[in-house]
């Protein structure tokens, strides 16, 4: 496909191709989009593929290209549409690894198959990577070529008829809130307290912390706006820091309440960095000596330093912000609102992160469950059934010397549990004739339910007998059949 670029002109996108004459010398060809630059460059980026499309197919070089080259043309394209670190990932997997492997082979891109990608996959493995990086490689792949299923290069996506890598999980060991108050405490003084005390509290990236600036803070209404980021990339082939407002995405923009012990943190800050003078918005908060915003290698290789220092286990940096989570959810904030705190896109992504829970989450689930069956058994539904000793339970005190005192009287003679789950009680009555009684122990069942025993025709339920005998009534209710 004919490469081409866009350029930011006079106020406008325009579309530049990089035409060549049939001795190979290179023309560029502009071309106007009519779009205004700001808010228009994704739109700007689709005119320019279709127009890259237009002139190939014109020329017949669309049917021909090789795979490699295809993705070459792909990855410069995208750049105007991805955020810099996401553009940055995508080029380099694809220019070091995956075009590489492809090139020697000449696989044009209208003749890949699956058995190609997962020769692709093969190579990896054998390479000792994990599974997590040939399902990044797949992930890039796959987008490439449904790319160009959209724009009808291709009939199919082969890469859809391939199995996809599967994801190894990452068990996350954050910290829990005595770890989060011990680092708190530990690193009062030390450079890099700020920056840690707001990952702590808000659970925010390394590259939005570092992007933090005073325009972002709003000490009236105790609001952090989370609008920003500084983040490591590639800039004309040399790594440096980019500056950013396009975050990962969308539902990265989000305004974090500010809780007191950061207000007081950032107006100390505010007043040591400019006194009485007013504060410059742009400005970043985490800065070194020079004013300069810290560097993100700096702050993940003085992160782990500083715990030994303290003598503190061991974690990432971005482990703060799981420990931030594992805060949130211990105190069973509901999952869709630890979503909204993170800036995840999807509560798929949180329930996947943190589907394990802390130990002491699981004592306070156990506990649920626990209470939940105590009241479960004080109001059984109808046809449940308890023992005796499990009813007897559930009575109050005075109920239970009531109890005693009937079980005293020697009227109960002798109590056998029948394979019917019920119970075939003796009870000496006041006429001095035996009583031979089913008794059922659902609690909530009529007599009517129940069915006598012997020819003398006495059914009594064990609910109806310790109700009255609770009322301090001795007669059971107890009918003669005849």
Known sequence: MISGHLSAKAGKWYMVLELRTPEGKRIPKWIGTGLPIKGNKHRAGEMLYQKRLEYSAARGTSGNMLFSEYLEQWIKGRQCELAKATFDSYKAILERQVIQFYAPKGIALSALRPADIIAYHQELRKRGVSENTVLRHHAVIHKALEDACYHELITTNPATRVRRPRKEMYVTKPYTAQECRQLLDSIQGEKLEPILTMAVYTGMRRGELLGLRWGAIDFLENIINVQHEVVRGNVNGRTALVAQDKLKRTASLRALPMVEPLRNMLLAERQRRYGEKSVEVYDYIFVD???????????????????????????????????????LITARTPLIEVQQWLGHSSILTTADLYSHLTFQEKLNSADTIKNFNKERRRNMKKNERMTVSEWIVELDSESLNNVQAFLDTGALQSLIESDSGCYDAIIQSDNEEPLFVEVNLDVNSCVEDLHCTCNIGFCIHLATVLHEINAGRANFLCENEN
């Open 289 to 327: 000596k020079k004013g300069r915003p810290l560097k993100p290698n700096y702050v993940t290789a003085a992160f782990p330093k500083l715990l030994a220092k303290h003598g503190l286990r061991l974690i990432r940096l971005h482990d703060l912000r799981h420990s931030c989570a594992n805060l």
